[in-house]
């Protein structure tokens, strides 16, 4: 038999779903009709509250009281921006805010990705106790640790200042539990050892390794962390007052009266929603390309 009439073993089922799956990677994938219609319905639905405080906050009082409600743009929005401006001190009152939520989140983003790095890649003697202690205070309401902590911040003498609502959001045991699973994934172990051997410090060691392998997770916790701190209520009403508020206590101003203007709290609102569009604006498509980045090295 000559060497042309040798017939080479055909590949297995499995071998040649393989080598189709291996083709068809570089592919791209294209989305159905059905796809853009279900992302459409979720995306309006998802702005239809920003879109009804936009068109209310361009209406009258009197008009928002009719039926049927206003289902367009009025000619008044520039005027009750003017007016919640005014009327709530927005001014300082953002100021405030910026200064809080920027705290906030540097210190939440630097603290947790410390202790879950700690949690997640060092070992020491009740780690897991640590652990479950820090996880189960997030079972813990909110609302039980007011009366104490109010308590507690008129002793140190900061009523009614700033460091009395950063104070308790410098860290979070979210942050610090979401960074450990973050971490435990994306930062291999041999890359810390290794990093140990050529006589990195620990601070050296999560200044130059787990910084940046921890980079996306870090982008994400600080915009989660910065909305909750922008949006944040309970405390801030509690422990300041409207000569220095945050937004949302200054908001809280424009409320009171016989009879509220409600076309007037709809563009305070809209107001004190900007910034966050803003820095999502900026900032967003860093943050989903640091995610994607983080996927792709996973």
Do not use: C
Not at 74 to 79: A, E, I, T, V, Y
């Amino acid at each position: 038999m000559t060497t042309s009439e040798l017939t080479l073993p055909r590949g297995t089922g499995t071998e040649r779903r393989g080598q189709r799956r291996v083709m068809g990677a570089g592919k791209q994938l294209h989305a159905g009709p059905v796809t853009y219609v279900v992302l459409t319905v979720f995306a309006l639905v998802s702005l239809a509250p920003l879109v009804w405080t936009a068109i209310a906050a361009s209406r009258t009082d009197r008009r928002l009281a009719e039926t049927p409600p206003p289902l367009w743009f009025g000619g008044n929005l520039f005027k009750n921006l003017q007016s919640a401006w005014d009327e709530a001190g927005l001014g300082s009152a953002m100021v405030n805010s910026v200064i809080v939520a920027g705290t906030i989140t540097v210190s939440t983003v630097l603290f947790a990705t410390m202790a879950g790095f700690a949690f997640a890649k060092l070992r020491f003697r009740f780690s897991n106790l640590l652990l479950l202690l820090t996880i189960g205070t997030m079972m813990i309401p909110p609302q039980l640790a007011v009366v104490p902590l109010y308590l507690w911040m008129s002793d140190l003498g900061w009523s009614n200042q700033l460091q009395t609502v950063i104070l308790p959001s410098l860290v979070t045991a979210f942050g610090t539990f979401f960074m450990r699973q973050y971490l435990v994934q994306a930062l291999p172990t041999e890359l810390v050892e290794a990093a140990r051997v050529d006589g990195a410090s620990s601070l050296r060691i999560v200044w130059h390794v787990v910084f940046p392998a921890a980079r996306p997770a870090m982008a994400v916790l600080g915009l989660l962390t910065f909305v909750f701190a922008w949006n944040d209520f309970l405390w801030p009403i509690i422990a300041l007052t409207q000569q220095n508020p945050t937004v949302q206590v200054a908001l809280n101003s424009l409320g009171t009266g016989y009879v509220p203007d409600q076309s007037v709290i709809m563009a305070g609102a809209l107001l004190g929603t900007l910034p966050l569009l803003v820095a999502f604006l900026l900032f967003g498509k860093q943050i989903v390309g640091g995610i994607m980045q983080g996927a792709i090295k996973g």
